[in-house]
C-alpha cells in the first residue's frame, strides 16, 4: 500500500540517539517516512546554535544518504510543496526525506516557563510571522476566517480535553502493555 510516515519533533530531539538511529534504520531499508523537523529554534530553554555545529540541520540527511531541505515553517505553500515531494518520493519506494521547516514557538516550553531566555524583539519578529496572518495579508483568508479556524481549534481542544477528564482510568493489568522492557 502506498502509506507514508510522517514523524515530528523538534531541533532539540534531533540531537538525540534514537533520532539518528531511526532515520539511518530508516535509509538502509528505503522506509516510507518522512520525517520533519519543528525547528523553533529552543530545545527547552537552550538556543540551538549553542548546542549544534550544524545549523542547517536538514545537512544530517547527507550522513544518511537521503534528501534534506529546510524551509520556512511558517509559509504554508513553501512546507506544503516540500512535504508532497518527499511523500510522492517516499510512495515511490525511493525511502526517508528529513524536511526541516523553520518556526518558532510564541511562549515558553511548557506552562511553567515563562521564556525570559528570548529577547523580546526575537518573538515579536516572529509573531509577526504567524501563518494565519501571512496568509490573510496575501488575500487567501480573510479575518472572519481566521476567527473561524481559532475557534474551531478552541472547540476542538476543549473536547478533548472534556473526554480526557470524563475519561476512565486504565486497569492496572494494562500497565505493561505495549512497553519494551529489555
Known amino acids: 500500500e502506498p502509506r507514508v510516515s510522517v514523524v515530528f519533533f523538534g531541533d532539540g530531539a534531533s ?107 526575537e518573538v515579536a519578529e516572529w509573531k509577526s510571522r504567524d501563518p494565519l496572518r501571512l496568509l490573510e495579508c496575501s488575500g487567501i483568508l480573510s479575518e472572519q476566517e481566521i476567527s473561524a479556524i481559532r475557534s474551531d481549534v478552541e472547540a476542538e481542544i476543549a473536547d478533548m480535553c472534556a473526554f480526557a477528564a470524563e475519561s476512565e482510568y486504565p486497569p492496572l493489568s494494562e500497565l505493561g502493555t505495549d512497553v519494551f522492557v529489555d
Open 15 to 121: 540531537n538525540q540517539g534514537t533520532f539518528h538511529e531511526s532515520i539511518n534504520m530508516a535509509a538502509a531499508w528505503d522506509l516510507p517516512i518522512v520525517y520533519v523537523i519543528e525547528n523553533n529554534r529552543y530545545a527547552i530553554s537552550t538556543g540551538f546554535t549553542r548546542v549544534t555545529k550544524e545549523h542547517r540541520l536538514s545537512n544530517r540527511a547527507l550522513a544518511y544518504g537521503i534528501p534534506g531541505e529546510t524551509v520556512d515553517g511558517n509559509d504554508v505553500f513553501a512546507v506544503y510543496e516540500a512535504a508532497s515531494k518527499a511523500v510522492e518520493r517516499a510512495r515511490r519506494g525511493e525511502g526517508p526525506t528529513l524536511l526541516e521547516c523553520l518556526t518558532y514557538r510564541w511562549q515558553g516550553h511548557n506552562v511553567g516557563d515563562p521564556g525570559k531566555y528570548r529577547p523580546d524583539d
